[in-house]
């Protein structure tokens, strides 16, 4: 993870100077062949040395591809599109842990590895054949440091900057800890734990990404709502029922609100990648993404499960996990408060939001 969020700084910074569809190849072609030698490991060294090869290749991807699917589709259906690009990461994502289990089973753990290189490579033959269009991509003079830090002086950059970490954070600490808290607190089995929370997850999580996307372009295109409206009060109305899933003893409404509070917290993986390219110059999407990306995942995710640990050694697993009920409505209350940045903005130009791209 350390190694990904760094990566994704210099190389953000070079997707907004270079030819976006070669980072993105480089990097599946990285993360491809290190994936497979990951599988020849026969040392902890080896393990750790290849998985932080990946890193650097998949820190290649995001913000290139993010900043791609930018200039691939207008400004109004952008949080649609990085929703559906999310939405494969998701399917992805739970595809490779169900497989992986299955896999292993039959044909032993590096069996994963080189079975999940393959499709990698050949996806690169694909991405090579994508027609790259530059609309606010083409102007790599103007991606150097001194407008680069200008990123740094937006005040609703550096506010959804901090409002990532507490939304990061908090999914960390879920993803860590809940089928743990499930095992502790309600005596489930780890199998009853892990296919209640699969379950949960793969209900809502495609749900909550897809519906995200969807109803943020409708309020940012029908009421010329900033993307952050819509996202700050997913957030805010989750938390009373992320409290209740912590608390109740009660099964029906434990599950329902679990549901509820995952695909509600789901919203932000499309819209949030739309607010910041919204946010910032079109020539540094690539780059504030990227640093969106180092500053969540070192700050936000990277620190979640150990401090969370931390407080369970000393109290106990449902005290720690409160920390995530306060981190979810800050993450909610920062994003109100860039929606109002943007607003205050927009009044002072005179100008339509949907223009307003240096705010």
Not at 44 to 66: H, K
């Amino acid at each position: 993870m350390i190694v990904h969020a760094t990566g994704s700084v210099p190389l953000g910074i070079l997707a907004d100077k270079w030819i976006r569809k070669n980072i993105i190849a480089i990097g599946v072609s990285i993360w491809s062949v290190a994936t497979f030698f990951t599988g020849l490991s026969h040392s902890f060294m080896q393990l750790l040395i290849t998985r932080g090869i990946v890193g650097i290749g998949e820190a290649s991807y995001a913000p290139a591809a993010t900043s791609l699917i930018a200039d691939n589709y207008p400004r109004e259906k952008r949080a649609k599109a990085s929703s559906f690009f999310h939405l494969g990461m998701f399917f992805g994502g739970t595809l490779g842990m169900v497989l992986s289990g299955l896999i292993s089973v039959h044909f032993g753990w590096r069996a994963c590895f080189f079975m999940v290189a393959v499709p990698g490579l050949i996806l690169v033959y694909f991405v090579m054949k994508i027609n790259e269009t530059k609309h606010e991509h083409h102007v790599a003079n103007e991606v150097n440091s001194k407008n680069i830090l200008k990123l740094f002086s937006s005040p609703a950059y550096v506010v959804t900057l901090i409002a990532g970490i507490m939304l990061t954070f908090t999914s960390s600490a879920i993803i860590s800890w809940m089928t743990q808290f499930f095992i502790r607190f309600h005596n489930y089995s780890v199998d009853q734990a892990s296919l209640t929370i699969g379950i949960t997850i793969l209900v809502s999580g495609p749900l909550g990404i897809y519906s995200g996307g969807h109803l943020t372009d409708f309020l940012y295109n029908k009421f010329n709502l900033p993307r952050s409206t819509s996202i700050s009060f997913a957030f805010i109305l989750a938390t009373p029922l992320l409290y209740i899933v912590l608390t109740t003893q009660n099964v029906i409404l434990l599950f329902a609100c679990l549901v509820s509070a995952s695909f509600l917290m789901t919203f932000y993986y499309g819209p949030m990648v739309a607010l910041i390219q919204d946010i910032v110059p079109g020539y540094l999407k690539a780059t504030a993404f990227a640093f969106y990306l180092f500053v969540v995942h070192i700050i936000g995710s990277t620190p979640a499960p150990a401090l969370i640990g931390k407080i369970s050694d000393i109290s106990n697993l449902q005290t720690a996990l409160m920390l995530i009920v306060i981190t979810n409505l800050l993450g909610g209350l920062l994003l109100l408060l860039t929606t109002g940045i943007l607003i205050r903005s927009y009044r002072k130009s005179g100008s339509i939001l949907k223009s307003n791209q240096t705010t």
